[in-house]
DNA sequence: CAAACCCTGTTACCCGCGTAACTGACACTG
DNA sequence: CAGTGTCAGTTACGCGGGTAACAGGGTTTG
């Protein structure tokens, strides 16, 4: 049906930077709706800030692992550049999508916990990433009060943020489902243009369906649905556009 | 069918407390399956030796808000006795059960988050609560490495356990849920009597139902395929009795 | 003591969505 | 260029579980 579509092979990357990072803000739209995104802001001003930048950069491609289930090492990531998906994979195959994290985002909180990682991550496309051991961030937020609320902050909003789908999964179909996951990915990585917000990057519908938890057909449906009434198209690459008023109101 | 059920108004407590102060420890069981209730026990030796005990205590009885949606004091609550459900309830009445919290627990870790809080917490039974601002928290593990450690600890294991329920609500069916759900209660608020559990709290099926993610009736015959099997039973005064090692092997 | 209430148990209907199975459109590869 | 892989779109079928409705037993209240 569509034309132009980028597959994995092709490298949009040149094109996407400039956009990330015209807008690292976000700032006109996060104040609505379920708004997480806001608090990646806020903290990318400090402790991204704090965080020495002469530290060893480590670079991933699109699918590669960044870190795995399983994993023991306790170190946090702090996305330099690029997009990451971050979510579990169980033993018979199933994958699920808890999040998508943006430069200047940070990566495993959950590995303050004392186990084993239960989460993983994967990088959506080329990725510069900034290891830091636990031990230290826990050394900068001991010195620093304001650090250290948006550190905890930080858990904090994911931890909210599963809870709400957890409820969205309980009680909401899946196109609402799908709008939700929609309207998230505007917000955090979007870049508008009037009405419209175009993703910057590029999701095939098997991630969004993880991300719904849905089948990958029913999720190509909905979404059709949803670019029937208009709250939803693709930009000539492919990418998704999306109108975040409109699918704002469709949750009523 | 069964006899002997105690309502609301009957008041199992006396019986109870005796119970949940022997075996405040839980230690034999934590060890294996999904073990966040092993972090609770470590951490109640630590920060909750250090908030000072002649604080202000408040009491709720059985059913009573602790805390709910919307509030906005950022306080923590730190449980010295009793047992409290938290979760959320929607605008249309839908309710869902993050989490049980027992004596010596803490409560409201998301009040961190500098927003309003999303989810409440309900006194399952006579529970007596210390509020401790969030400041204050803040303030004693700043000078404590230990103790921050521990706080990140118990929010990043409350993150993985969402997670845990975001896969099992998105690839388990109802019975492989419920049976989740009966093992977490039974490493949490349960006191063993060689081979059998029994819960230290009395919760409904609509409760548990609430914890599973499904409808009453589905849960009510799915504890009866379970009973048949001999995993579960109903104590004589109507606490759930479970064998955790069938429970546990059911899982394949 | 009867009436009202709460909780559990159970059954029949029905629909949303998972499952499976294909098709068509690009985009790389040799 | 044919061959192969990836991704989007679509449809028929069937089942899990939500919905609704009711029964039975126990406890509480007047």
């Known amino acids: 049906m569509r034309i132009g579509l980028p597959n994995q092979k092709t490298d949009p990357r040149e094109s996407l930077m400039s956009h990330s990072q015209m807008d690292s803000t976000t700032g006109s739209v996060t104040s609505s709706g379920t708004l997480s995104s806001a608090l990646a802001t806020m903290f990318r001003g400090k402790l991204c800030d704090v965080i020495p930048w002469n530290r060893s950069v480590t670079i991933f491609e699109r699918d590669q692992v960044i870190y795995e289930v399983g994993d023991e090492y306790q170190t946090f990531f702090f996305l330099r550049k690029g997009f990451v998906k971050v979510g579990s994979i169980t033993e018979d195959g199933h994958e699920l999508i808890y999040d998508v994290r943006k430069t200047g985002d940070i990566v495993e909180e959950l590995c303050a ?133 409109a699918l704002q109101n469709y949750t009523d």
């Open 113 to 245: 916990s004392g186990q084993r990682r239960r989460d993983r991550a994967v990088a959506l496309e080329r990725t510069e990433v900034i290891a830091v051991p636990l031990g230290e961030v826990l050394d900068i937020v001991q010195k620093n009060r304001d650090l250290l609320q948006e550190l905890l902050q930080i858990c904090c909003e994911s931890l909210a943020d599963a809870y709400d789908r957890l409820n969205a999964l309980a009680f909401s179909d899946t196109v609402r489902r799908l709008v939700r996951v929609l309207l998230r990915l505007g917000m955090q990585l979007g870049h508008s243009s009037g009405q419209k917000t175009e993703l910057s990057a590029y999701l095939t519908q098997e991630e969004i369906s993880q991300m719904v938890a849905a089948r990958r057909e029913t999720v190509s449906t909905a979404l059709n649905l949803l670019r029937h009434r208009g709250m939803v198209d693709y930009s000539h690459r492919g990418y998704l556009v999306l109108d975040l008023q």
